[in-house]
């Protein structure tokens, strides 16, 4: 009696569902000869013609205001490193310290064609220069084929957003 209910019922759902149906288009589906691969000679895959795995360690100021009211942090010292296997396409960043207050903020690669690009996926609350900050998001960007590094970090205090850069950041 069991085994009865049960095929009555999964008959019931399939011609329940049979019936929602529409025609579809049974044909096969097109052949692609070939996809049109964008132009990546502007970017040289600098990173790639190095074959060691790099590892730095630096200090940036960031004294550029980009978004607020004030600068949030007026000797805004970091110090960064960060670590890159061109060839896994691996590699982490950390905001070691700002102004001396050691942070140890960890950035992920992001992955951004033709530079190194890191951020933060965890927000930290600090006392720096006397004033509690908290710090939402940390970026670096490296550019290898010149060695210039820039970064940026977005605040928050009372709903408001502060951003603070290198001056070399890129909006």
Known sequence: M???IISISYIVLLG???AGCQEEDLS???IIESIEQPDQSRYKDS???INK???ATFILNLNRLIRGKQV???NAKCKFTYTWDPQKARGMGRLISIGGVK???DLSATGLLGKLAFVSAKSKTAVIEG???FIKTVALDIDLKNNQKSAAILFEEDFSWYTQATQNWEK
């Open 2 to 4: 069991k085994n009865i």
């Open 16 to 18: 329940i569902g049979l």
């Open 28 to 30: 096969p589906p097109a």
């Open 47 to 49: 990173f790639r013609k």
């Open 53 to 55: 795995p790099i590892k």
């Open 72 to 74: 949030k942090i007026k």
């Open 103 to 105: 942070l140890n903020i």
């Open 131 to 133: 004033e509690v900050i």
